[in-house]
């Protein structure tokens, strides 16, 4: 049985957890609160020395950090990752999209606006957060206005791995109003077999 270490309320946490239950992967959760400096323990810098979460331990012991890295392993064989060569590089390029110009706006702005208390030096960045974290939806829109997912015929990481910031953003104060095409993807992926919402810490 896996055993994911995570923060309730964190996208990357949730996209390790729910690909887990589209796989029908029986798992443990562990929660390490962020906000009391828990992911910095001896205990759980044994587990990933970069002191974050999610984090994925194997029955064996071995652990694996890094949201993306761990569900392109765990959907390694399945169809949430295209065997064909061609496909499973654009879920890999969204997944990088994500990281690179998606998570660090919209999943920051969120974690500054839902889970701390702003300070003026925050706000005086979020204006740029902002900005960028539209330009990543605009993205996201191009393809979707005319696509039902990201890649190909089906769901794959890549729509986790968007899904999971974009349907909370507005906790972050960015409206998803203006994207038609990203609000019927997010109904059809909320509308998944197993399908799981997000949960929030106590």
Request: proline content about 6%; cysteine-free; glycine content about 6%.
């Amino acid at each position: 049985m896996y055993t994911v270490y995570d923060f309730d309320g964190s996208g990357n946490g949730y996209k390790v957890w729910l690909l887990l239950h589209f796989l029908g992967e029986k798992y443990e959760r562990v929660r390490v609160n962020v906000l009391k400096g828990e992911t910095h323990s001896d205990d759980f810098l044994k587990i990933n020395p970069v002191g974050k979460i999610p984090a994925l331990v194997l029955e064996d012991g071995r652990a694996l950090p890094e949201s993306n890295a761990i569900m392109h392993y765990l959907a390694e064989g399945t169809p949430w990752l295209p065997d064909d060569r061609f496909a499973h590089a654009q879920v890999l390029s969204w997944t990088y999209f994500e990281q690179y110009s998606h998570e660090p706006n919209i999943a920051v702005l969120r974690f500054w606006r839902h889970f701390l208390e702003m300070t003026p030096e925050l706000e005086a960045q979020a204006p740029e957060k902002e900005k960028k974290s539209h330009a990543a939806l605009a993205v996201m829109e191009k393809q979707l206005a005319y696509t039902d997912w990201l890649v190909g015929n089906g769901p794959t990481i890549a729509d986790i791995a968007l899904y999971a910031y974009t349907h909370v953003a507005d906790e972050g104060g960015i409206s998803l109003a203006d994207y038609p095409g990203i609000n019927r993807w997010l109904d059809r992926f909320a509308s998944l077999p197993n399908y799981v919402p997000i949960t929030y810490h106590d």
